[in-house]
């Protein structure tokens, strides 16, 4: 029978070869397609380190007028009214990377003879509370630790596995362009989003009193009504005295930055079911053409005593070759991305898309030929051999 059927294969190449290459087509651009996605979605189901929900973002407005003992008394009043309304959980200030916006600070140094390069964030010793901020070991930072000899610093795990594999770390010495005292140890900060890779991440300490910081972050009571944000603009604006402050939902600023990446995600999605649909359509019609032009062949099988099964077998076993030898190419192809690291995807977001893409090709020729098989097994010799 397999000999028969490449017999067949080799028979009718330049129109099997048109259909090998509209297979191969098909299963290279969904591959493409997929690793896209399981990229995205493998990014996106990593935890981000805090909670944004029920959380404002207080965005001051500038204070060169002010000296920094007058921003000092200003930060703790904010601080001490805002907390006394029984709507506010907590607060906390933080330097201007906040999560989900562009802003980002960065360093770079070698004193350990091989180059760290690190995201840095400025956090106050209330902003654990403030955003969940969960530390895998360790403690957060106390009020007086900017009197320390060392400056306090909390490391994110990506960065400590990055630069120092299997050392515990932990309440030691570390230099990072300064000295730093390593006092705990974090999963993540992801303040660029859940689209965006894990990067070496370290936390800094500044107290509240700090006249650096710009942004206060406002942690609500669940069910806070959207109401609540008129008196809060109220005490706001007699605190600082000017108009020009922004309060901003932490949510919306993560529905707006994920917007893009979903909208891209959707759109290669789209692109992959109208090609899944295109050639679906095409293997139906060239199959429904074949069996039409093979009616005699058919029809002389069945009088020499073929059953219905062996000629549906015959066809669906022609289209799952032709099948198998597209997708041998194109994995092939396919399996150079990962050994040759074309793109910055890890080696499991091409596995999936790999069985995820072969696995469609394989079901999408499955409903393709099995209908036009079925009628075929059912064309009365007779019938077949008088048309002819």
């Known amino acids: 029978m397999i000999t028969h059927i490449f017999k067949l294969i080799w028979n009718k190449k330049r129109s099997n070869a048109l259909m090998i290459l509209e297979i191969l087509l098909a299963f290279l651009i969904l591959f493409g397609v997929l690793t896209f996605i399981a ?61 989900f916006t562009e802003n980002s600070s960065t360093s ?32 957060w930072f106390e009020e007086g630790d900017e009197n320390s000899k060392y400056p306090p610093v ?12 299997g050392k515990n770390m932990l ?28 990067k070496p991440t370290s936390i800094e300490y500044l107290p509240s009193t700090s006249d650096y910081f710009s942004t206060l972050a406002i942690k609500l009571q ?22 020009g402050f922004l309060i901003e939902n932490v949510s919306s600023l993560q ?7 979903w909208v891209k995600i959707i759109a290669l999605l789209s692109m992959g079911i109208f090609l899944i ?26 009088a020499l005593g073929a059953h219905n099964g062996m000629i549906s077998t015959q066809f669906i076993l022609e289209i799952f070759t032709i099948t198998f030898i597209a997708l041998i190419v194109g994995l092939f192809f396919a399996i150079q991305f990962p050994i040759f690291k074309v793109l910055d995807v890890s080696r499991i977001d091409y596995s999936y898309a790999l069985v995820g893409s072969t696995l469609i090709i ?5 409903i393709c030929t099995w209908y036009p098989s079925r009628q075929a097994a059912h064309i009365h010799p007779s019938t077949a051999l008088h048309e002819d």
């Open 108 to 139: 770079t140094s070698d004193d350990y003879g091989f180059e760290i390069r690190r995201y840095i964030v400025q956090l106050d010793e209330d902003m654990d509370e403030t955003m969940d901020i969960a530390l895998i070991d360790g403690r």
């Open 222 to 243: 669940k069910g806070t009504p959207t109401t609540f944000e008129e008196e809060l603009n109220k005490i706001i604006s007699d605190i600082v005295k000017d108009p």
């Open 277 to 302: 649909i295109n050639v679906a359509l095409g293997l139906f019609g060239i199959l429904w053409y074949n069996i039409s032009r093979r009616r005699s062949e058919i029809g002389l099988r069945k």
């Open 39 to 99: 990229y995205n979605l493998n990014r996106f189901q990593k935890p981000l380190g805090f909670n944004s929900e029920d959380l404002l973002l207080l965005n001051l407005p500038y204070r060169g007028n002010l000296d920094s003992a007058q921003i000092a008394a200003q930060n703790l009043d904010l601080k001490r009214q805002l907390t006394a309304m029984p709507e506010i959980e907590s607060t906390g200030f933080t330097s201007s990377t906040t999560p």
């Open 255 to 261: 529905s707006r930055n994920e917007r893009p990446h």
């Open 154 to 165: 909390i490391l994110n795990k990506l960065l400590l596995d990055t630069y120092f594999p």
């Open 171 to 198: 309440d030691s010495i570390v230099s990072l362009g300064s000295e730093f005292k390593l006092i705990g140890i974090v999963e993540d900060y992801r303040y660029f989003g859940k689209f965006t890779e894990p």
């Open 362 to 366: 394989l079901l999408l020729v499955l």
